[in-house]
């Protein structure tokens, strides 16, 4: 584990980390990773998730449920500078490299109220092999349910009461 117990979302370290009886078995991935940082913004909620779909394989390799979830006002504490260069290097870098800022235009967080939800536990199968066929029907209900726990609760969050979804 690094640093807050944050680790990378490799294959290796999501085995190793599932079978620690330390913490339960239990992860939290952000599957849209660096990508997603910088496609989404204040004015619209986008998810990097049509190409992530290494952890419903691992998932069901593993025969471990996944509990989809969405944090709402994360798009809002902070701005990040859009650059293309840089989404570029960070990309190559696999770390964030970017510019972001917040209360004053400061890298303080602004004083917004963050609301995290998370959806019924998907019940996914052991297949030691999985098909792609397995891992697309898998990775759409996933997807189904993040989308539907978004539409739910977005009432409840001022600020998002107008926005849509974008799952790219």
């Given amino acids: 584990m690094g640093i807050f117990g944050l ?19 239990s992860i939290v991935i952000y599957v849209g990773g660096i990508a997603e940082l910088f496609k989404s913004s204040r004015k619209e909620e986008r998810l990097y998730l049509s190409k992530r779909k290494g952890f419903i394989k691992i998932a069901l390799r593993e025969g471990v449920d996944i509990v989809p979830g969405y944090k709402f006002g994360n798009t809002s504490v902070l701005t990040v500078l859009k650059s293309g260069p840089l989404a570029s290097l960070s990309r190559k870098l696999q770390v964030s490299l970017t510019y972001f800022w917040g209360k004053y235009y400061l890298p303080i967080p602004r004083d917004e109220k963050l609301l995290y ?9 052991h297949i030691l092999d999985p098909s792609v066929e397995d891992i697309n029907k898998y990775h759409a209900i996933y997807c189904e349910e993040v989308t539907r726990l978004f539409n739910k609760y977005k009432e409840k969050v001022p600020m998002y009461k107008h926005k849509e979804l974008h799952i790219d």
Avoid: F
């Fill in 7 to 25: 680790t990378d979302a490799s294959a290796s370290n999501i085995k190793r980390h599932l079978k620690n009886k330390g913490v339960e078995g």
């Fill in 117 to 125: 939800v998370r959806g019924r536990p998907l019940g996914l199968p």
